[in-house]
Antibody, heavy 114, light 113 residues
Framework: QPQLVESGGGVVQPGTSLRLSCAAS????????MHWVRQAPGKGLEWVAV????????FYTDAVKGRFTISRDNSKTTVYLQMNSLRVEDTAVYYC???????WGQGTLVTVSS | DIVMTQSPDSLAVSLGERATINCKSS????????????LAWFHQKPGQPPKLLLY???TRESGVPDRFSGSGSGTHFTLTISSLQADDVGVFYC?????????FGQGTTLEIK
């Protein structure tokens, strides 16, 4: 069955960088677009970014444009989220999800704090 | 950007009773190319990722009980739970995937009365 596992979260200071990874298995990864969605503590869901199945297109929410970059390596069946210039308001659980928003990973917590 | 607005923010329903959640989009999310409403519903329990319940406004994901149903078109949509079970508590979200950013509603918290 399809499965997604995120990693790379942690506690970082404002202005620094972090790269999240999402390892996929159980499906033909190269055929699907991939999303990142985040959820701040006690808050709702916020869609962050998407990358097309072949990596030719990317879209971002305004709050992260110019700071975050989504990428993928189809040979490693992994999607990444490079997060630069992190802000306190980026603190959240970051989920990856397959095109169609099923399945989702369990999430990885990013805490930005001084 | 398309703004998704859910109502109510929270509701309490007795076991076995009907629960209804509404979702409104700021512009039509009907996709003329495939004649689908690009609206999905998710259920999230504490400490878990969201689970897809319905897509295309009314198509149940595999394995989702038939007490969950969706309706609506264009800009107004409804999620109905026909007979509330204890396992249905949590937060429900609507989301549009018509055009990026693929925005979510603010969520509706469902409790047992």
């Amino acid at each position: 069955q399809p499965q997604l596992v995120e990693s790379g979260g942690g506690v970082v200071q404002p202005g620094t960088s972090l790269r999240l990874s999402c390892a996929a298995s159980g499906f033909t990864f190269k055929n699907y677009g991939m999303h990142w969605v985040r959820q701040a503590p006690g808050k709702g869901l916020e869609w962050v970014a998407v990358i097309w199945y072949d990596g030719t297109k990317e879209f971002y929410t305004d709050a992260v444009k110019g700071r975050f970059t989504i990428s993928r390596d189809n040979s490693k069946t992994t999607v990444y989220l490079q997060m630069n210039s992190l802000r306190v308001e980026d603190t959240a659980v970051y989920y990856c999800a397959r095109e169609g928003f099923d399945p989702w990973g369990q999430g990885t917590l990013v805490t930005v704090s001084s | 950007d398309i703004v998704m607005t859910q109502s109510p923010d929270s509701l309490a329903v007795s076991l076995g009773e009907r629960a209804t959640i509404n979702c409104k989009s700021s512009q039509s999310i009907f996709d003329t190319s495939d004649k689908k409403n690009r609206l999905a519903w998710f259920h999230q329990k504490p400490g878990q990722p969201p689970k897809l319940l319905l897509y295309w406004a009314s198509t149940r994901e595999s394995g989702v009980p038939d007490r969950f149903s969706g309706s609506g078109s264009g800009t107004h949509f409804t999620l109905t739970i026909s007979s509330l079970q204890a396992d249905d508590v949590g937060v429900f979200y609507c989301q549009q995937d018509h055009s990026p950013p693929y925005t979510f509603g603010q969520g509706t918290t469902l409790e047992i009365k």
